[in-house]
């Protein structure tokens, strides 16, 4: 089982929208509202894949309920901490016509004290039944980033659990001294974290290779369109997709994660679960809705993905 870790959770709402300009009035063609966050997100692509999966963290009020009725919907696994606040709403707006995307993300209600021990209490109780667990976005009003992230990885790691972290900025800074051991950044991520933009291949890959010499025994770091560069215990390759037309952006990092988590799981071949990772990706670009794939499009993308060894 699979354990996925939102902290900060959210009720993602997609507007498909003609082309629109800042100031405009524009009227709506569709909406569609789903269950969001990173690791819920990773937890919705995984039970796409046949994963079995569980998902956590902390939601509250009318929208923590939606979320966690759209879950049961979906046949996965919900136990999270309830809280006083309400769980927080995104909005992506979708300009179909040029393929662009503005995301408005809303920080996330405050959290206090006795809900983030009775989170860790439930966490604990969880990591029982995992084969591996992911730690994913970021972290509401109240919890301690540079705290919280750390705490888990060790807990995760005491249980002889593999976890893989995917945050950002200082969360990210702060969690890697606890050494999980999977992480999954950005390539702007990792450029936030060096100071220095990495826009290269060959920069990604000293960046990473200098990663697995201190600790970290796997890097997966993600570029969109241009693929992923993968640095693990078994090996340095590069992977994509050719190009295709996007439709909505949002989640595909996370899809990356659970395709390729879901095949670490079952011990799949190291170059296999690479491509798994790569195709879930992309054919979730290719879903209007945040965290969905059809699988057509994967069955197609994942013949082509092209595999590179470093």
Do not use: W
Not at 2 to 24: A, I, M
Not at 172 to 195: C, G, M, Q, T, V
Not at 253 to 267: H, I, Q, S
Request: net charge negative.
């Amino acid at each position: 089982m699979l354990l996925t870790v939102t902290l900060n959770p959210t009720l993602d709402k997609s507007y498909e929208l003609p082309s629109f300009g800042l100031g405009d009035v524009v009227r709506v063609r569709k909406i569609t509202l789903s269950a969001g966050g990173k690791g819920i997100n990773v937890a919705k692509v995984a039970k796409l894949l046949g994963h079995e999966v569980m998902a956590t963290g902390f939601l509250g009020g009318e929208v923590g309920k939606y979320i966690e009725s759209d879950l049961d919907k979906k046949g996965i696994g919900a136990r999270f901490v309830e809280t006083k606040n309400p769980t927080r709403t995104c909005i992506n707006l979708n300009d179909i016509e040029n393929f662009r995307q503005t995301v408005v993300l809303e920080p996330g209600s405050f959290v206090d004290t006795f809900e983030e021990e009775s989170f860790i209490k439930e966490y604990e109780s969880l990591l029982k039944l995992a084969d591996a667990v992911v730690l994913a976005g970021t972290t509401p009003q109240g919890i301690d980033a540079s705290l919280i992230y750390p705490l888990l990885i060790n807990l995760a790691k005491e249980s002889g659990k593999s976890v893989l972290l995917d945050t950002s900025g200082d969360a990210l800074r702060s969690a890697i001294s606890a050494k999980p051991d999977f992480i999954k950044p950005n390539r702007h991520e990792l450029s936030y974290i060096y100071k220095r933009e990495l826009t290269s291949r060959e920069e990604i890959l000293e960046v990473a290779l200098s990663l697995q010499k201190n600790g970290i025994k796997n890097i997966i770091v993600s570029m969109g369109e241009d693929g992923a560069v993968f640095v693990l215990e078994s090996g340095s390759f590069y992977a994509h997709v050719p190009p295709i037309k996007s439709i909505n952006t949002v989640g595909c990092g996370d899809a990356l994660v659970a395709g390729f988590m879901c095949a670490y799981c079952k011990d799949i071949e190291i170059e296999e679960a690479i491509r798994q990772s790569i195709a879930v990706s992309a054919a979730a670009a290719l879903s209007g809705e945040i965290g969905v794939f059809e699988k057509e499009d994967f069955d197609r993308l994942i013949t082509q993905v092209k595999l590179i060894s470093l």
